[in-house]
């Protein structure tokens, strides 16, 4: 079983950074591959970034690509979202997830465990 708890969401001007973080319980997380995800009010949950168990590769939603980074700390097991040059349409709650056959998919169902959110808002 492992646990994620997100962190560094809030409230940020239009053309800001925030980073998000997720804590992993369990000893198996350098084993896993790790998403975020977010959903927008009234939209449904969609793809943002993954990054590979042992950090090596990384992909990216079209929307977010040479703004956001994900990156991980397999000794500390955490996974970070870089979020640069923020806009209103990045507005969201913000969620990361683990698959533990590490597939590297963009597809939620892949991913077991999931964290409770956090919530980023863009102001204009």
């Known amino acids: 079983q492992v646990q994620l708890v997100e962190s560094g969401g809030g409230l940020v001007q239009t053309g800001g950074s925030l980073r998000l973080s997720c804590a992993a319980s369990?000893?198996?997380?350098?084993?896993?591959?790790m998403g975020w995800f977010r959903q927008a009010p009234g939209k449904e949950r969609l793809f943002v970034a993954i990054?590979?168990?042992?950090?090596?590769?990384?992909s990216y939603t079209d929307s977010v690509k040479g703004r956001f980074t994900i990156s991980r700390d397999n000794a500390k097991n955490t996974v970070d979202l870089q979020m640069n040059s923020l806009t209103p349409e990045d507005t969201a709650v913000y969620y990361c997830?683990?698959?533990?056959?590490?597939?590297?998919?963009?597809?939620?169902?892949?991913?077991?465990?999931w964290g409770q959110g956090t919530q980023v808002t863009v102001s204009s």
């Open positions: 990054i590979s168990s042992g950090g090596g590769t990384t």
């Open positions: 997830a683990a698959d533990p056959f590490s597939r590297g998919s963009p597809y939620q169902r892949h991913y077991a465990y």
């Open positions: 369990g000893r198996s997380f350098g084993t896993y591959a």
